[in-house]
């Protein structure tokens, strides 16, 4: 979980304050983080 935020913080970070996501990268985001999320529970288990 602490990964997860961690992204979710740094990452606006690494794109840079000039470009806007772009319409991959919002698609890809809640992928990504649905992924991580569901494999943190299987692991946790």
Same mark, same amino acid.
Do not use: T
């Given at each position: 979980?602490?990964?997860?935020?961690?992204? /979710?913080?740094?990452?606006? #970070? +690494?794109?840079?304050?000039?470009?806007?996501?772009? *319409? !991959?990268?919002?698609? /890809?985001?809640?992928?990504? #983080? +649905?992924?991580?999320?569901?494999?943190?529970?299987? *692991? !946790?288990?």
């Amino acid at each position: 979980m602490l990964v997860v935020a961690a992204v /979710i913080f740094f990452f606006p #970070l +690494v794109m840079g304050p000039l470009h806007p996501p772009s *319409a !991959s990268v919002l698609l /890809i985001i809640p992928v990504v #983080l +649905v992924a991580v999320f569901i494999f943190l529970r299987q *692991a !946790s288990k």
